[in-house]
Nanobody, 127 residues
Framework: QVQLVESGGGLVQAGGSLTLSCAASGGNTFSGDVMAWYREAPGNQREVVAFISVGTTTIYADSVKGRFTISRNNAKNTVYLQMDSLKPEDTAVYYC????????????????????WGQGTLVTVSS
């Protein structure tokens, strides 16, 4: 079973930057998986932030477009999320997962996860 370990979260002031990492282990399909970052803010549902295809095509939620950059290193089984110009509303626990058949419904990306969730990494943006 694939295990996902997210890291890199922390406390940052508005306008600052953070880079999150997600390391996958226990499987041999990472290079063939579409990988996504999600986030879950208090009182909100978990939402897709960005995803990256096998061929490195990237897609972003409207709320982070132009500020976040997703990338992957298949040799390290790791996916990254570079977050710039952070806003207080970006405060959430961030998770990664492999996904299949992402679809945009009502302006929101819907992407069912393939593996068990990791523990996530908390990002707190102060105003």
């Amino acid at each position: 079973q694939v295990q996902l370990v997210e890291s890199g979260g922390g406390l940052v002031q508005a306008g600052g930057s953070l880079t999150l990492s997600c390391a996958a282990s226990g499987g041999n399909t990472f290079s063939g998986d579409v990988m996504a970052w999600y986030r879950e803010a208090p009182g909100n549902q978990r939402e897709v932030v960005a995803f990256i295809s096998v061929g490195t095509t990237t897609i972003y939620a409207d709320s982070v477009k132009g500020r976040f950059t997703i990338s992957r290193n298949n040799a390290k089984n790791t996916v990254y999320l570079q977050m710039d110009s952070l806003k207080p509303e970006d405060t959430a626990v961030y998770y990664c997962n492999a996904i299949k058949d992402p679809r945009k419904v009502g302006g929101v990306w819907n992407a069912p996860p393939l593996y068990n969730w990791g523990q996530g990494t908390l990002v707190t943006v102060s105003s």
